[in-house]
């Protein structure tokens, strides 16, 4: 189970994510028709742009052309140290710094590959049940001047002092790229910590495979248009597909 807690009260919650997000003309055949893609588009939770961001390329860098510095609406204080909180603040988008030491280290001829790279909070603090992963990354099948690197995160023993962030490259190819407030920026999944195998199958493992996807389709399909049988509508009937909620 993923566990969340806002940074202040009007970030939005991981919402969860849907079978399509273009809209599309009239006409069969969009990829995002397809059931496996509409599961995959479907399969987990979207976190939104907390607010509209603006991104210009200028010959030295992008830059952040209107940041905002969010406050907390809580102040955290040690028991005992009574009237000693303070609220936080965070940035919601920011660069690597060229020569920067912290959080890590990033050398010279490194920080030109790592330009195109901003960083955005999520505001969330986002933990899991034991033993469970918390993969971040891209929104599945959607095209956009941006995409954001896929990360695993060991939210189930690591207690992040900061609200996670995520990492968005911009195409460089762009003068100017602009994110509005509720754009779904990062998907995440719940995985577990385990051992996951592939190994061969063997030659009668196969043949009992193969026999039941042929008995599939002398069920299921509808006849057959010239050497294709036709399946259309049996694969989505019979499609179970993981859901994904808000809330208990």
């Known amino acids: 189970m993923l566990h969340y807690f806002p940074f202040h ?8 994510a849907k079978p399509t997000y273009h809209p599309r003309r009239k006409g069969n055949g969009w990829p995002d028709e397809c059931p496996p893609l509409r599961a995959a588009n479907a399969f987990g ?6 607010f509209t961001m603006t991104f210009r390329r200028a010959r030295e860098g992008w830059k952040h052309v209107d940041p905002v510095d969010l406050e907390s609406d809580f102040a955290w204080e040690p028991k005992g140290a009574e009237g000693t909180g303070q609220p936080m603040v965070q940035t919601n988008a920011w660069f690597w710094d060229k020569g920067q030491e912290l959080p890590h280290k990033i050398s010279d001829d490194v920080w030109p590959e790592l330009r195109d790279q901003v960083k955005v909070s999520t ?18 099948n959607r095209v ?10 060991d939210t189930d023993w690591y207690p992040a002092s900061y609200p996670w962030h995520g990492v968005l490259i ?16 990062f998907r995440l999944t719940v995985h577990r910590r385990t051992d996951y195998r592939a190994k061969p199958m063997t ?8 026999s039941r996807g042929q008995n599939w389709l002398k069920e299921h399909a ?13 694969y989505v009937k019979q499609q179970k597909v993981a859901r994904f909620l808000q809330g208990p």
Do not use: C, H
């Open 203 to 210: 030659d009668s493992g196969f043949d009992a495979f193969f």
């Open 170 to 185: 911009l195409d460089r190819r762009e003068k100017e790229i602009r994110i509005e407030k509720g754009t779904p920026l």
């Open 222 to 234: 509808r006849g057959v248009v010239g050497d294709t049988a036709d399946i259309r509508g049996a």
């Open 144 to 153: 956009v001047p941006w995409r954001a690197f896929t990360a695993v995160l």
């Open 45 to 50: 939770w979207d976190i939104l742009a907390p």
């Open 123 to 140: 505001y969330l603090w986002m933990k899991t049940d034991k033993n469970e992963l918390l993969m971040l990354g891209d929104v599945p």
């Open 9 to 16: 009260a009007s970030i939005a919650a991981p919402t969860p």
